[in-house]
């Protein structure tokens, strides 16, 4: 019998190696795994913030990690929506909360009742009935226990970048992790297989399986035979990224901010000491200098500093897993920035990962189903971020008309059909956004349901307004007593925020 996997060598650098140590070493040390971090020189400036999904939480309880340590050290703000503003002209911002699924089994999707009255005449729009969404008009955080078993939000965070990879790596020495930190000087190669690392200090570095965190430098899967990068810039034309800070806001919100503009879009993603601001957009468009000059008019906010700008690379491996290499992260999947998925793409791969780690080492037949996985998982993320650009109602401006006209992925488009025809979203398997997620950003985009489910005329009118009034009560009154994002922190700060787009 082949013997078990007994060492592994993360190859990377920042959050994406030291969470992928981290939970391998969390989850297999005890069984006699060895786990080798090798960390190559950081990308991560100063300037740089993460904004994170609700499901981070997840992955920090799995890892032991306090969170009152992480909103410390990382300076970090809870955040329970993005707001996204000027994505269609003269239209109103729309939120992209992170309300929870009501429990399965139970009642249809609000929605449902929600499209019906909206088609009958009803002009009060599906955020005022999102518990996430109206904690982030008052900001604040959905986290008091809820009387209603059908009304739950939870939050994400916005994280200081470099501290928060600190913190990561902190964790991970000491939870056991070997660390190296000479760097990589060559990647021994046998046809699509990795013999071993020889480190820029000469030590040299076998394992039975190589994981490549490296980003978009592919560091190690890049250098197999079979690697193939299958680019998404088709759908996700935004190419490069601008990082700079501002003052910190008077008031915290309980949101990020997202503003369009003619060539890609401007986030502000406040902290507790200062606010990050991102913009992120097409070279072809609007060229650096410029982008430098107007980010602080869009975003209406002074900014200081050096400003950082990097490229981005959209798209995915074609394989993620090659003979004895992972990819994890954007070695595996790159995308853009928005809706706050620079971790999610890790933790996705992560837990991929764990659920088919090789039983022995050798000729890893579980490589098939994490390729499987991967690509569903990116390409739902995928289209979720496609959704933004392409279905966008910025009407006479050329670089957005352009993207308009693009033909969608073939997921996007089934699901804007099928929430078209019937406020329906159909979902894939591992996807990273649930259908309210979807609905919201579907009607953000000016998809309108013509339609609903037809069980809901089973519902007398005067209940069906009944319920619609009753949502509408319960959403406002529990919003209102929830902490605000300063009583949650424990600062004291009475000057009202001022968020505009």
């Given at each position: 019998?082949?013997?078990?996997?007994?060492?592994?060598?993360?190859?990377?650098?920042?959050?994406?190696?030291?969470?992928?140590?981290?939970?391998?070493?969390?989850?297999?040390?005890?069984?006699?795994?060895?786990?080798?971090?090798?960390?190559?020189?950081t990308?991560?400036?100063?300037?740089?913030?993460?904004?994170?999904?609700?499901?981070?939480?997840?992955?920090?309880?799995?890892?032991?990690?306090?969170?009152?340590?992480?909103?410390?050290?990382c300076?970090?703000?809870?955040?329970?929506?993005?707001?996204?503003?000027?994505?269609?002209?003269?239209?109103?911002?729309?939120?992209?909360a992170?309300?929870?699924?009501?429990?399965?089994?139970?009642?249809?999707?609000?929605?449902?009742?929600?499209?019906?009255?909206?088609?009958?005449?009803?002009?009060?729009?599906?955020?005022?009935?999102?518990l996430?969404?109206a904690?982030?008009?008052?900001?604040?955080?959905?986290?008091?226990?809820?009387?209603?078993?059908?009304?739950?939000?939870?939050?994400?965070?916005?994280?200081?970048?470099?501290?928060?990879?600190?913190?990561?790596?902190?964790?991970?020495?000491?939870?056991?992790?070997e660390?190296?930190?000479?760097?990589?000087?060559?990647?021994?190669?046998?046809?699509?297989?990795?013999?071993?690392?020889?480190?820029?200090?000469?030590?040299?570095?076998?394992?039975?399986?190589?994981?490549?965190?490296?980003?978009?430098?592919?560091?190690?899967i890049?250098?197999?035979?079979?690697?193939?990068?299958?680019?998404?810039?088709?759908?996700?034309?935004?190419?490069?990224?601008?990082?700079?800070?501002?003052?910190?806001?008077?008031?915290?919100?309980?949101?990020?901010?997202?503003?369009?503009?003619?060539?890609?879009?401007?986030?502000?993603?406040?902290?507790?000491d200062?606010?990050?601001?991102?913009?992120?957009?097409?070279?072809?468009t609007?060229?650096?200098?410029?982008?430098?000059?107007?980010?602080?008019?869009?975003?209406?906010?002074?900014?200081?500093?050096?400003?950082?700008?990097?490229?981005?690379?959209?798209?995915?491996?074609?394989?993620?897993?090659?003979?004895?290499?992972?990819?994890?992260?954007?070695?595996?999947?790159?995308?853009?920035?928005?809706?706050?998925?620079?971790?999610?793409?890790?933790?996705?791969?992560?837990?991929?990962?764990?659920?088919?780690?090789?039983?022995?080492?050798?000729?890893?037949?579980?490589?098939e189903?994490?390729?499987?996985?991967?690509?569903?998982?990116?390409?739902?993320?995928?289209?979720?971020?496609?959704?933004?650009?392409?279905?966008?109602?910025?009407?006479?401006?050329?670089?957005?008309?352009?993207?308009?006209?693009?033909?969608?992925?073939?997921?996007?488009?089934?699901?804007?059909?099928?929430?078209?025809?019937?406020?329906?979203?159909?979902?894939?398997?591992?996807?990273?956004?649930?259908?309210?997620?979807?609905?919201?950003?579907?009607?953000?985009?000016?998809?309108?349901?013509?339609?609903?489910?037809?069980?809901?005329?089973?519902?007398?009118?005067?209940?069906?307004?009944?319920?619609?009034?009753?949502?509408?009560?319960?959403?406002?009154?529990?919003?209102?007593?929830?902490?605000?994002?300063?009583?949650?922190?424990?600062?004291?700060?009475?000057?009202?925020?001022?968020?505009?787009?």
């Open positions: 019998m082949t013997d078990r996997v007994q060492s592994v060598a993360v190859v990377g650098r920042d959050a994406p190696l030291w969470l992928t140590a981290a939970a391998l070493q969390r989850a297999l040390g005890r069984t006699g795994l060895r786990v080798h971090a090798v960390e190559l020189d990308r991560i400036a100063e300037v740089d913030v993460y904004a994170a999904l609700p499901s981070l939480r997840g992955l920090h309880r799995l890892l032991g990690l306090d969170e009152d340590l992480v909103l410390r050290v300076r970090a703000v809870p955040m329970v929506a993005q707001r996204f503003s000027n994505w269609a002209k003269g239209a109103p911002p729309f939120l992209l992170y309300d929870d699924e009501p429990p399965p089994g139970g009642d249809l999707p609000f929605i449902q009742y929600w499209a019906k009255g909206m088609i009958a005449g009803l002009r009060v729009p599906i955020g005022d009935f999102s996430g969404s904690c982030a008009r008052l900001n604040n955080l959905p986290i008091a226990p809820s009387e209603s078993a059908g009304l739950s939000a939870s939050y994400g965070y916005h994280l200081d970048a470099p501290a928060y990879c600190e913190l990561i790596k902190q964790l991970a020495l000491r939870l056991g992790v660390v190296s930190g000479a760097g990589v000087r060559n990647v021994d190669v046998e046809g699509d297989s990795i013999a071993g690392i020889e480190l820029a200090d000469g030590t040299r570095i076998a394992a039975d399986l190589y994981i490549d965190a490296s980003g978009s430098e592919a560091r190690l890049g250098r197999l035979e079979s690697a193939e990068f299958d680019s998404w810039g088709d759908w996700l034309p935004c190419d490069r990224m601008l990082a700079v800070s501002g003052p910190r806001f008077p008031r915290l919100p309980a949101f990020s901010q997202v503003s369009a503009f003619d060539g890609g879009w401007v986030g502000l993603f406040p902290l507790q200062r606010t990050p601001l991102i913009a992120v957009y097409n070279s072809t609007v060229g650096d200098q410029d982008v430098i000059a107007r980010a602080g008019v869009i975003a209406r906010m002074p900014i200081s500093g050096d400003a950082v700008v990097s490229e981005l690379r959209r798209g995915i491996q074609r394989f993620p897993w090659i003979g004895n290499c992972i990819a994890i992260g954007e070695s595996a999947v790159a995308l853009d920035p928005i809706d706050a998925v620079q971790l999610q793409v890790t933790h996705g791969c992560i837990s991929h990962l764990m659920s088919v780690f090789p039983a022995t080492a050798g000729e890893f037949p579980e490589a189903a994490y390729n499987r996985s991967i690509h569903s998982f990116g390409s739902n993320l995928r289209d979720f971020q496609a959704a933004h650009y392409l279905l966008n109602r910025r009407f006479d401006d050329p670089f957005w008309d352009r993207l308009r006209d693009s033909g969608p992925p073939p997921g996007l488009e089934r699901k804007a059909d099928m929430f078209e025809a019937r406020a329906l979203v159909p979902l894939n398997d591992d996807e990273s956004f649930d259908e309210q997620r979807w609905s919201a950003l579907l009607l953000g985009c000016g998809v309108v349901p013509q339609g609903y489910d037809p069980r809901v005329d089973a519902l007398a009118d005067q209940m069906h307004v009944a319920k619609v009034q009753g949502r509408l009560r319960e959403v406002a009154e529990l919003a209102r007593r929830m902490p605000s994002v300063e009583q949650f922190l424990g600062l004291d700060q009475p000057a009202a925020a001022q968020v505009s787009g």
